[in-house]
């Protein structure tokens, strides 16, 4: 199983998106700077997921939401989720 997801830092509340086999591992890898993008940014919360069967249709979700470029778009996505 492949997840798409959108992590939400705790102290700024600016989002991030990627993908991966095991979520659980890659939250504790931003949480602790692993990441670039991540680092000095969190602690970060799984804020939205999204499985799949591979991991292609999991990096397309991903790319598409990253071209979203907007924090609407993606707040919409949350709170659509959580409804």
Request: net charge positive; aromatic share 14%.
């Amino acid at each position: 199983m492949f997840i798409t997801y959108v992590l939400q830092s705790e102290s700024s509340g600016q989002y991030y998106i990627g993908s991966t086999d095991d979520l659980d591992k890659r939250l504790i890898k931003h949480n602790k700077g692993y990441s670039k993008f991540t680092k000095n940014k969190g602690p970060f919360k799984v804020a939205y997921k999204e499985e799949f069967k591979s991991r292609s249709e999991a990096k397309k979700r991903e790319y598409y939401l990253k071209s979203l470029k907007s924090r609407v778009a993606i707040e919409k996505l949350i709170q659509a989720a959580v409804v």
